[in-house]
């Protein structure tokens, strides 16, 4: 029904940049929240960013003032910018889209995950 493509992982260096992006595709007829959920070496998987269709967005503590969210309403895309990356911010980033299809209620669909690495 739905498809997310993810781009933009990689490996970094400690303080930099990264921005991930991910461009959802298929059956949508309306996104009611984007958001970004991230799995470390040995940890959980947990919520990194959201925003919805207001634009209100949430982000997880560890990532607050330094990671931005954003989308791009035309392109069913939303972006991660990552900024003074750490190497707790290592992890397989996934990105999370809920939305409605054209004769479908609201739906949860998945990225495949994509790996950024901060070396130190």
């Known amino acids: 029904q739905v498809q997310l493509v993810e781009s933009g992982g990689g490996l970094v260096q400690v303080g930099g940049s990264l921005r991930l992006s991910c461009v959802a595709s298929g059956n949508i007829f309306r996104i009611n929240a984007m958001g970004w959920y991230r799995q470390g070496p040995g940890k959980q998987r947990e919520l990194v960013a959201t925003?919805?269709?207001?634009?209100?967005?949430n982000y997880a503590d560890s990532v607050k003032g330094r990671f931005t969210i954003s989308r791009d309403y035309a392109k069913n895309t939303v972006y991660l910018q990552m900024n003074s990356l750490k190497p707790e911010d290592t992890a397989v980033y996934y990105c999370n889209v809920q939305s409605y299809g054209l004769s479908s209620g609201l739906r949860d669909y998945w990225g495949q995950g994509t790996q950024v690495t901060v070396s130190s």
């Open positions: 925003i919805t269709t207001g634009g209100n967005t």
